[in-house]
């Protein structure tokens, strides 16, 4: 049922996920300004069944549509808990930039790569290696050096600011659910096939909360903005799903870190060119030294192994 394997081609893995992580690095300025009149579960509805169909067109093109014969019982409570991950993620995220600048929330996104690490180790007995952990302490102390001009703030008062934290904290927290209960589905079905089964149900489940007539009440900007973001969840997810296909897991997940550097460059320039729609990223040099620490103790989890053998 998984079908088709396409053949591994590093090149083309390394484009791909690198595709991925600009593509995931603009998408929350381009949400920053949606959710000025939409509220969350209306955008991420759009996005769910813009890729719902757009993916549903090109499997059925090709021929590869999922068969739910085979499902059965588990298969079906593992693809509603992947789909619960996912939305709750898409909605904690939009949810957060009410609250945040998108640099910020893009490099607490970082997060999840280590609790799906310390979660394989804890559910399928995978092992810790030296690196992991030299990543692990990095990317943490990275966080601290990042939020340092905010620090008191986040532990002693409930503002604002660290509202949006906890939503993104949150939103980290349950795409580790979706990522492990695709890596179980994927002995059964293809990336592409997962996502196009989760999606439908993730759009199903968020049409009781969606408002779709608040597309109205946009501007050009903003609808510019949420088309944007309905088409990143289609290029940004297919291109993640063909470079893991055509490459290493650990090597697609370290060039994917480099979506908050990338966030924080997007931010930065479009504050230039659209100050009166974008804030800068607002960091002093701390701030910066802690996002580039946060990216590669991600990174040196992904790939430090490679680097300590050879030393």
């Excluded at 484009?15 to 969350?40: N, R």
């Excluded at 992991?132 to 986040?154: D, I, M, P």
């Excluded at 946009?218 to 893991?244: H, K, S, W």
């Excluded at 701030?287 to 053998?309: E, Q, T």
Aim: net charge positive; with cysteine; glycine share 8%.
């Amino acid at each position: 049922m998984g079908g088709f394997m396409p053949q591994q081609n590093p090149t083309v893995g390394m484009l791909l996920a690198l595709l991925t992580a600009v593509f995931w690095g603009a998408l929350p300025i381009a949400m920053k300004q949606a959710v000025e009149v939409m509220d969350p579960f209306t955008i991420v509805w759009y996005r769910f069944m813009t890729a719902a169909i757009g993916l549903g067109l090109w499997l059925a093109y090709r021929r590869k549509l999922p068969s739910l014969t085979g499902l059965g019982v588990k298969g079906g409570s593992l693809m509603l808990l992947a789909s619960l991950g996912l939305a709750g993620n898409f909605v904690l995220f939009n949810s957060s930039l009410s609250y945040l600048n998108p640099a910020v929330v893009q490099v607490i996104m970082q997060l999840a790569p280590m609790m799906l690490l310390l979660s394989s180790v804890w559910l399928f007995k995978e092992s810790l290696g030296k690196h992991q952990v030299v990543g692990v302490v990095a990317l943490l102390s990275g966080l601290l050096l990042f939020f340092n001009e905010r620090l008191a703030e986040l532990f002693t008062s409930m503002s604002a600011y660290t509202t949006g934290v906890l939503l993104a904290i949150a939103a980290a927290m349950v795409w580790v659910v979706y990522a492990l209960a695709q890596k179980r589905m994927l002995r059964q079905f293809s990336s592409p096939q997962i996502l196009l089964m989760i999606y439908v149900i993730c759009a199903l489940i968020l049409m009781p909360v969606a408002t779709p007539s608040q597309i109205q009440l946009m501007d050009p900007r903003q609808l510019g903005m949420l088309i944007f973001c309905c088409l990143n969840t289609l290029v940004g997810y297919g291109a993640f799903a063909e470079a893991m296909a055509r490459w290493q897991a650990s090597q697609v997940s370290a060039v994917i870190t480099l979506a908050p550097l990338f966030t924080i460059l997007f931010v930065d320039l479009a504050s230039l060119v659209w100050p009166d729609y974008v804030a800068p990223a607002a960091l002093n040099q701390w701030g910066y030294v802690g996002a580039l620490i946060v990216v590669g103790g991600a990174m040196f989890s992904a790939i430090g192994h490679r680097l300590l053998k050879r030393k």
